[in-house]
């Protein structure tokens, strides 16, 4: 049974009508304060005189700011500093489609690939990431759109360490019309994520989304508690978990590096989930998880609704962020 489906790859020479998907979409207006502190300034840098030195370190300095890092924004210049030196630039116009292809070099390593549930059991996502980022509300926004296609979905409760997490997955249980498997505040993650499993399994559901206690990265001892859930969930069967994703949020910036980093040592992730880049100018930290990790982004959230959760495209991304040169 297919669970999930990718959008179709369009081809490298987009036309501009296929370009305008990311303005169509919905996500140019949603991503409107990334692209501003992303290109707000740039883009003004290549109407005017040609592009020298400077005018590379003005673009560089940008990209900093939107927190696109050190090693992505020289990547990015020294591309643009080759392109303005060889004789295929013709001119301006040209200069900023190379910003554009150099960008979605970069990100289309990250488009998430169809994802297949097993027959004889529900696939199970197991979703970590530090308090405060989105990651609570961004399961229940999965699960309420898989409930809406069709698909059958189970939440399990596994933030035991907090009362107010278990009660936040309850009311969006209840609001979604989605079971969900919870104990009482202090339980065994564990043990909650193994009966969720059980009770998912025998209730024939498609989809287990297994929501996890935030914590820091850095508290080694709460890290080895995703590490037993993980472990236990195996137990019950060797293919799961069969994704683990993490939630960020794109305005804690080069933070995310960090976090990223730690998570995919200690249990191995296969996703990431980027939430409120409807409300942050550092929106660049995109570009940076891109070209450090390459692992598949998901979902991008740009709002508190649920329909503001969209399943990422490199090429709409990029088009909604620097629209094709007309």
Request: charged content about 25%; glycine content about 8%.
């Amino acid at each position: 049974m297919k669970l999930f489906s990718s959008r179709k790859k369009r081809p490298d020479d987009e036309s501009t009508t296929a370009a305008n998907s990311g303005r169509q979409s919905g996500l140019f207006s949603r991503l409107a304060r990334t692209r501003d502190g992303l290109f707000g300034g740039i883009t003004s840098l290549f109407s005017g005189d040609p592009v020298d030195e400077s005018t590379l370190e003005e673009i560089e300095d940008h990209l900093l700011v939107a927190d696109v890092g050190v090693e992505v924004a020289g990547k990015i210049v020294n591309r643009l500093r080759a392109d303005a030196a060889s004789a295929k630039q013709g001119g301006q116009p040209q200069l900023l489609q190379s910003l554009r292809e150099v960008m979605l070099e970069i990100i289309q390593p990250c488009n998430p690939e169809e994802l297949i549930a097993p027959e004889a059991r529900p696939m199970v996502i197991m979703m970590v990431g530090v308090n405060g980022v989105g990651k609570t509300t961004t399961l229940a926004k999965i699960a309420a759109r898989y409930k809406h296609s069709g698909s059958r979905v189970m939440l399990a409760a596994c933030d035991t360490f907090r009362a107010a997490a278990i009660e936040q997955l309850q009311n969006w249980g209840e609001r979604l019309e989605v079971p969900v498997i919870a104990q009482t505040h202090g339980a065994d993650a564990a043990a909650v994520a193994f009966d969720a499993f059980s009770a998912a399994k025998a209730r024939h559901c498609d989809l287990l989304l297994v929501d996890t206690a935030g914590r820091q990265h850095t508290q080694s001892e709460l890290v080895e508690q995703l590490v037993k859930v993980k472990r236990v969930l195996a137990k019950a069967d060797s293919g799961i978990p069969d994704q683990i994703w993490l939630t960020v949020d794109a305005g804690n910036g080069q933070n995310v590096l960090s976090q990223v980093h730690h998570f995919d040592q200690a249990v191995g992730l296969t996703g990431l989930c980027i939430t409120k880049l409807d409300g942050t100018a550092k929106g660049g930290v995109v570009l940076a998880l891109a070209d450090r990790f390459g692992l598949p982004i998901r979902f991008i959230g740009t709002g508190e609704s649920a329909e503001d959760l969209s399943q990422f495209d490199a090429a709409e991304f990029v088009d909604a962020l620097l629209p094709p040169v007309s």
